[in-house]
Nanobody, 118 residues
Framework: QVQLVESGGGLVQAGGSLRLSCAAS????????MGWYRQAPGKQRELVAT???????NYTDSVKGRFTISRDNAKKMVYLQMNSLGPEDTAAYYC????????????WGQGTQVTVSS
């Protein structure tokens, strides 16, 4: 089991940057695939970015070139650096942890709100 706590959200003007952080507990963090998802009002939760235990990354097309996901296994932290933010990025952002091959190992944080003003 793992607990996830996000931080770093807030209000930013269009074109600005934010860095989200996710602190994880547990002893298997280095083996986990970590991800950031977001959910805007009235929309379904969508994948933003993932990073595997080996550091391989994956991004949804709309954030490629603007967002960067990274991890620090020693600190059990995952980060999402978000640059060139636009109003379309406004959403609640959630940290997710999955253990590859173990379907039931799927944990979520409580989310952090990102609001981008135009």
């Amino acid at each position: 089991q793992v607990q996830l706590v996000e931080s770093g959200g807030g209000l930013v003007q269009a074109g600005g940057s934010l860095r989200l952080s996710c602190a994880a507990s547990g002893s298997v963090f280095s083996s986990l695939t970590m991800g950031w998802y977001r959910q805007a009002p009235g929309k379904q939760r969508e994948l933003v970015a993932t990073i595997s235990s080996r550091g391989s990354t994956n991004y949804t097309d709309s954030v490629k070139g603007r967002f960067t996901i990274s991890r620090d296994n020693a600190k059990k932290m995952v980060y999402l650096q978000m640059n060139s933010l636009g109003p379309e990025d406004t959403a609640a952002y959630y940290c997710n942890a999955k253990f590859p091959g173990w379907t039931s190992y799927d944990y979520w944080g409580q989310g952090t709100q990102v609001t981008v003003s135009s």
